[in-house]
């Protein structure tokens, strides 16, 4: 994987996999961001495809090991 390749996650992309990675819940992150469950799905899935990642768990090793989250 080219990671300089990759297009840049957007800020709520950011923000649900930072959240994921701390152990919340989409339902989770839908209560304490106020953000619809469809928007947080979708922001799911296209930070997966920006990541090329199979699913949130790698995609959050992803992010992690390109110093996007922490």
């Given at each position: 994987?080219?990671?300089k390749l ?65």
């Open positions: 994987m080219k990671d990759l297009p840049e996650l957007d800020p709520l992309e950011l923000r649900c996999l930072s959240l994921a990675a701390r152990g919340r819940s989409r339902e989770d992150i839908t209560r304490e961001t106020d953000i619809a469950r469809d928007r947080i799905d979708e922001a799911f899935t296209t930070a997966m495809e920006k990541l090329q990642a199979g699913n949130v768990a790698e995609a959050i090793f992803r992010a992690v090991r390109m110093n996007l989250i922490s």
